[in-house]
């Protein structure tokens, strides 16, 4: 008889089922993990509610292929090893890159694997199930990195999202005279703003409707904190910037209405980083940046080689983690965990522990 395991299984928007499923093997090259944590994404809340951008209009255009196990903010220790794999052992903790590259497409072969043309993020598709699961199976093509024996489980859960928000501020590009704003201060945004502090701009803004979530944005670094519920954003920060405005914009909220936000608040010639991911298709008045302020629009995708520098950066101490993991829940109290992430006050990141 083979083996099973406890899994939360997707099967169709609002359909989530924590059930037995099938333990998977390791095959050469493989590495099979004992999941001891996993963060929830707003893309899996999204996913849950059957988002567009996950589950498409139809099957055409379908990104995710249920049935599936969803999670990708994982970390776990190896209990089994395929043939051929060298550089662990049994008993290593490690956390896995969140793609599953193909390393036959252009971008792969060019180095550029986040931009994979298979675009394979684990718990989207069949063939690479995610971590919200007792175990999760490896591919031979998977970045895997070591986790310091020293990490708790809040940090090592953390390297994922703060390696997206890490690859967010370099594409900002920060200069030492920019006013920065960091817009959604969820675990990611607040994340973001310690590390773009440590680019030493002129100043960081941070933004969220949250009452508790505008204070871990100024614990992590923001010099100013607004929220858009009690004042105009826009006009706040140009008072703060001699009616200029910010240099960058970096939108972390998957909110319609930041973006605008963040189009009027830019000075000429300013930077937008988009990070976060909408439910649904936005809508916004274009002409801002061409034909008014010339501005960069940029996007930011997955994690692009930041693990190792955010590794690093926990262990020394320069990139926060305090509280930013707000409730940890068992797998089976998934549920409870879903509402938690969606629909709390105080929840900043949410983890499922096997």
């Keep these: ?13 609002f359909d989530n089922r924590y059930e037995e499923y099938p333990m998977p093997g390791v095959s050469e ?17 999204k996913s849950y509610h059957g988002g567009i951008r996950i589950w498409g209009t139809s099957e055409e255009n379908r990104y995710i292929e249920a049935p599936c196990i969803g999670g990708h903010e994982f970390y776990g220790e190896i209990t089994e090893l395929g043939a051929g794999v060298t550089d662990f052992q049994i008993g290593d903790t490690v956390v896995a890159e969140q793609i599953v590259p193909c390393n036959e497409c252009e971008f792969c072969k060019r180095g550029i694997y986040w931009m994979c043309s298979r675009s394979a993020v684990f ?25 310091p024996a020293d990490f708790t489980t809040a940090q090592a859960v953390l390297i994922e999202p703060i390696a997206c928000g890490m690859h967010a501020v370099e594409k900002a590009e920060i200069a030492h005279s920019d006013v920065v704003v960091i817009a959604g201060l969820g675990a990611i945004g607040c994340s973001m703003v310690n590390l773009a502090s440590l680019a030493l701009p ?17 614990e992590y670094g923001a010099d100013v904190i607004l929220n858009p519920m009690e004042c105009d954003v826009a006009a706040e920060i140009k008072k703060l910037t001699d009616g200029l405005g910010c240099d960058v914009y970096i939108e972390a909220s998957g909110s319609q209405a930041s973006v605008s936000q963040g189009l009027s608040a830019l000075k000429n010639l300013g930077r937008y980083v988009q990070m976060g991911v909408f439910a649904d298709e936005v809508k916004a008045d274009w002409n801002v940046i061409g034909d008014g302020k010339e501005l960069q629009v940029i996007g930011s995708h997955l994690s692009a080689r930041t693990y ?5 950066g926990i262990k020394s101490g320069f990139i926060k983690t305090e509280g930013l993991i707000s409730h940890s829940f068992l797998l089976k109290d998934w549920e409870k965990a879903f509402e938690t992430a969606e629909k709390v006050e105080d929840a900043m990141k949410v983890m499922l522990v096997p």
């Design 1 to 13: 008889m083979s083996k099973t395991m406890k899994a939360l299984v997707s099967y169709a928007p």
């Design 308 to 312: 190792q520098a955010v590794i690093k």
């Design 202 to 218: 002129k100043m960081v803004i941070g933004i969220d409707v949250r009452p508790n979530r505008l204070e871990m944005g100024k």
């Design 29 to 45: 090259g493989e590495i099979l993990l004992k999941v001891k944590g996993c963060g929830i994404c707003a893309g899996d809340i």
């Design 123 to 147: 718990g989207f598709k069949q063939y690479a199930n995610g971590g919200f699961a007792e175990y999760v199976k490896l591919d031979r093509n998977c970045l895997v990195h070591k986790v």
